[in-house]
């Protein structure tokens, strides 16, 4: 009996204990090494709806990369999930900007070189029957296939309910 009072004491003050919570995962930087090569993104820049996000990679190994064609973008929610987005390559519709839709060319990244991608879309309400998008996080990978990198844009991307964005290609920077 003294034995079962000592079980049902123990299991008393076990379930009075609060669970613990799960660890949040580590807040993604703006800044994204890996071993070869380095994303950051530049700052959202807006003006009447139209936003712009520059995204920088820097090879950062000690020997020559090839890079071609488009950074690989998938935009996160909150709980980084992915949002459903259109993402196409050029302006994809959302403004005429020059120099946006160049085709990618084959760049050989030597050392401590860097190449410039920028990422398009409108900040547009068209649709009262539809909640504004807003996602939270960037999954960017230098072209597809590549390692993944999941970075934080301050702002977020604000599309309202336009779910469409544009990606220009990588392209060396201009003098």
């Not at 530049?42 to 950062?60: P, S, Y």
């Not at 050989?108 to 070189?113: Q, R």
């Not at 996602?135 to 990198?149: N, W």
Request: charged residues 15%.
């Amino acid at each position: 009996m003294r034995h079962l009072l000592i079980l049902t004491a123990l299991l008393a003050l076990t379930a009075c204990g609060r669970p613990q919570p799960l660890p949040m995962p580590p807040p993604p930087s703006t800044t994204t090494p890996t071993p070869d090569l380095t994303i950051r993104l530049g700052t959202v820049d807006g003006a009447m709806g139209l936003r712009t996000l520059g995204i920088q990679l820097t090879n950062e190994t000690t020997t020559p990369t090839q890079i071609n064609g488009y950074p690989d973008i998938r935009v996160l929610d909150d709980t980084f999930h992915p949002l459903p987005l259109t993402i196409g390559h050029g302006t994809n519709g959302v403004a005429t900007i020059d120099d946006f839709d160049t085709p990618p060319q084959p760049i050989t990244l030597h050392p401590g070189d860097t190449v410039h991608a920028a990422l398009l879309w409108r900040n547009l309400v068209t649709q009262t029957d539809r909640k504004a998008t807003l996602g939270t996080y960037l999954d960017i990978a230098p072209t597809p296939g590549a390692k993944r990198h999941i970075t934080q844009p301050q702002g977020g991307i604000d599309l309202g309910n336009t779910t469409t964005l544009g990606v220009s290609a990588w392209a060396k920077p201009t003098p």
